[in-house]
């Protein structure tokens, strides 16, 4: 018996084309909402903010109040802890500035949106969060969740961050923490079920918050606690150098190494707009 060679045309190489079609789409609502709605889109935007911000507050409680327990233990329950927040962002469709890097270099990549446009998304995007974060702990000054352990974690977490920490390697852990977020959601844009989606996008953040890379919008929160807990302990040059080299290190791990390889192998350039 003859076995034929099997023969497959270049376009049956594209194995995640579905995703970048799902993308594409998203790219596309989120550009209508900005430009339409930027209250709806900022909104959404202050969501993601506060959101993670609350769950930077739930990871500091984890952490110590399990203070005594092996530090490895405490980092993994203090990761998971946090992953609920991207898992929250993501399933309610919230807008985060680094899942947003992935989504506009795809769309930048097949010139379905104009770099423009992405310069106004990024800044809406990154406003909204801030301010979600100093909501949520304007908020919290009001109770007593945030115990002096818990801002004395806070204080050495952002030294570490800032003061403690150099250029090159906040923008290279930047990098990993994006990266680890972004394969995440893209794997999880091909699941079809909530639980797996939760898993995959979990995942990621759980890496990255376990290893301390640098995530732009989680430490902009860090900093934003900061300033109404313990603002002498702030060196605003190093809290500028943290923001500016985590932001291009999240960008390169979530736009380049994820959104740009990925529409890269799945299509040329002017596939998908032709179609």
Avoid at 178 to 186: A, E, K, M, Y
Wanted: with cysteine.
């Amino acid at each position: 018996m003859k076995i034929e060679k099997p023969v497959k045309t270049t376009e049956e190489t594209f194995s995640n084309a579905e995703n970048i079609a799902d993308i594409l789409n998203q790219v596309a609502t989120k550009e209508a909402s900005a430009d339409h709605e930027p209250g709806r889109f900022m909104l959404k935007s202050i969501i993601s903010g506060f959101l993670l911000a609350i769950m930077a507050v739930f990871m500091l409680a984890v952490k110590t109040q399990f203070e005594g327990a092996s530090h490895g233990l405490i980092n993994i329950l203090g990761a998971l802890a946090f992953s609920i927040a991207l898992i929250m962002i993501v399933l309610t469709k919230a807008e985060l500035l680094t899942s947003n890097f992935m989504f506009f270099t795809v769309g930048l990549y097949y010139r379905t949106v104009s770099m423009s446009k992405v310069a106004k998304i990024f800044a809406l995007c990154f406003l909204g969060n801030i301010i979600g974060s100093f909501i949520l702990f304007g908020l919290m000054t009001g109770t007593k969740v945030m115990t002096p352990e818990m801002v004395a974690a806070l204080t050495k977490t952002v030294s570490a961050k800032t003061v403690e920490a150099t250029w090159l390697a906040i923008m290279i852990k930047g990098i990993f923490a994006n990266f680890f977020i972004n394969i995440g959601i893209f794997i999880a844009l091909q699941c079809k079920e909530a639980l797996a989606k939760a898993f995959f996008i979990g995942i990621g953040v759980v890496i990255f918050v376990f290893m301390a890379y640098e995530h732009v919008v989680y430490n902009a929160g860090l900093f934003a606690a900061m300033m109404f807990y313990n603002p002498d302990a702030i060196s605003w040059m190093d809290i500028l150098k943290n923001i500016v080299w985590a932001f291009i290190g999240n960008y390169i791990g979530g736009g380049i190494f994820v959104g740009l390889v990925y529409a890269y192998l799945n299509g040329r350039r002017d596939d998908i707009v032709k179609g």
